[in-house]
C-alpha cells in the first residue's frame, strides 16, 4: 500500500513537471509561430506576387479556350472583371506553413527549406489551379460569382491545405511526426506502477 502512494506522489510530481516543461515549450513554439508568419504576411509587398499568379492563370486560361487579359490598375490587377489581390495569391497559406515549418525542433535547415519550397510551389499551383477553376465555372454559366467564388473556393482551399499537408508529410516526415509528438506527449513517458514497485 506504500508503494503505491509512493507512486501516485511520483506520478503527480512527473504530471506536474512535464506540464511547465510541455507549456513553457508550446508557448515558445506559439510566440514563434505567431511571429514568422505575421512578418511573412504582413511585411512584404506581394504585388509581383499577384502579378505572376494573374499572368499564368491568364495563361491557363487561354489555353484552355476561355478569354483572359491582365491589367493593371490603381486598384490593383485585373484579371478580366477580377481583381487579383494578396489573398488571391494564397501568401496567407504559406504565411501559415512557414511558421509550423521554421520553428519545428530537430529538423535541420535544409529540411525547413525543402519544406517551405514543396509549401510554396505548391500552394502557387493550386491558386492558379483554383482561379481558372472558379473562372472557368462562372463564365460556363454553371454558377453565379457568390456561389463559385465564397463556397466553392473553400471547398477548393480545403482540398489543395490537405493535399499540401499530405504532399508535406511524405518528403518532410518530421512535419508529421512532431504533430504527433505533440498529440502523444505526455502519456508515451509516465511512470508505470511496476516501474515503482
Known sequence: ??????????????VL???ARNYAIATGYL???????????????????????A???????????????????STGIMLNEFVVDKPCTGIQVI?????ILLPLPR????????????????????????????LWIYYSGLFDWTAIHGPGGIVL?????????????????EFGDFVFSILNQGTDSLPTKSQNQ
Open 95 to 99: 504565411a501559415t506553413f512557414a511558421g
Open 1 to 14: 500500500m506504500v508503494s503505491f502512494f509512493i507512486w501516485v506522489r511520483e506520478l503527480q510530481h512527473h
Open 31 to 53: 510566440i514563434a509561430f505567431a511571429a514568422i508568419s505575421s512578418v511573412i504576411y504582413y511585411l512584404p509587398n506581394y504585388s509581383w506576387l499577384e502579378y505572376a499568379t
Open 55 to 73: 499572368s499564368n492563370s491568364e495563361l491557363v486560361l487561354r489555353f484552355i479556350g476561355v478569354p483572359a487579359t491582365i491589367t493593371k490598375t
Open 17 to 19: 513537471e512535464q506540464s
Open 157 to 173: 482551399g480545403v482540398i489543395s491545405v490537405t493535399l499540401l499537408v499530405i504532399l508535406l508529410d511524405h518528403f518532410v516526415p
Open 107 to 134: 529538423l535541420t535547415w535544409p529540411r525547413k527549406i525543402l519544406g517551405l519550397v514543396l509549401v510554396a510551389a505548391g500552394v502557387y499551383v493550386a491558386n492558379i489551379i483554383r482561379i481558372v477553376t472558379q
